[in-house]
Nanobody, 112 residues
Framework: VQLQESGPGLVKPSQTLSLTCAVS?????????VSWIRQPPGKGLEYIGY???????YYSPSLKSRASISRDTSKNQVTLQLNAVTPEDTAVYYC??????WGKGTLVSVSS
């Protein structure tokens, strides 16, 4: 199973960050949920949320009001949207399937 994150590397404050996780070698509707996590510069990993095999979602309480995870089963892709971003949302964003399969991550900077 391989995962690849994609999206803009730079987002302006107050805008919406949108990232896509393309999954190959396995279906997003089988085995394990697809999760999003992030790592701000110099800080530890932060869990954002997941979408499970049925399409149900869970979000970290700290990001629940701004995060949205969805999927396109025809493309085998999962999308993360984060609204009203601030510079504190600058991080490397990863998608993962279960605990064993991770994407390489994509750096998103929030700056005007």
């Amino acid at each position: 199973v391989q995962l690849q994150e994609s999206g803009p590397g730079l987002v302006k404050p107050s805008q919406t960050l949108s990232l896509t996780c393309a999954v190959s070698g396995g279906s997003i509707t089988t085995s394990y949920p697809v999760s999003w996590i992030r790592q701000p510069p110099g800080k530890g990993l932060e869990y954002i949320g997941y979408i499970d095999l049925t399409g149900s979602t869970y979000y970290s309480p700290s990001l629940k009001s701004r995060a949205s995870i969805s999927r396109d089963t025809s493309k085998n892709q999962v999308t993360l949207q984060l609204n009203a971003v601030t510079p504190e949302d600058t991080a490397v964003y990863y998608c993962m399937k279960g605990m064993d399969y991770w994407g390489k991550g994509t750096l998103v900077s929030v700056s005007s």
